[in-house]
């Protein structure tokens, strides 16, 4: 009998950075979400499986706001977890500025290499002018 095939390290980024990528991109068809997968921002649960996070990043208005985010810097925490902390910039502007936020986000992705759970840390900043 066989072990059951093991994600590696660079899977695990990869699968956070393709969820990062439809942020902006708006497709989140190849993002390797858990069925279960679940999202907590700042606390609350805006994330209830697999199948919403994707149609949420495909065509939820809450993400089509998003213009640009940074290259992500990745720490691996453990063997199962990968925390990315990035930019992001949206699309409104307040007073010529752009509204933009601080991410922290850390994915639980075990040895399946699928994204199981997402908990994000938001702080909002204006750009400069």
Known sequence: MSAAPSS?????????QAYID????HDADQVPFAPGCTRIEV???TGFSGDHLRRSLNRG???????ATTVPEFTV???NTIRAKFDLV???SLLGRKVGAHIDETFQ???DGLIHHIRAGIRPFLTGS
């Open 8 to 16: 590696t390290e660079a899977q695990r980024i990869a699968a956070a």
């Open 22 to 25: 439809a942020l902006v991109s």
């Open 43 to 45: 606390g609350l649960k």
């Open 61 to 67: 208005l809450q993400y089509r706001v998003i213009q």
């Open 77 to 79: 925490v453990d063997g």
């Open 90 to 92: 949206t699309k409104p």
């Open 109 to 111: 992705i075990p040895a």
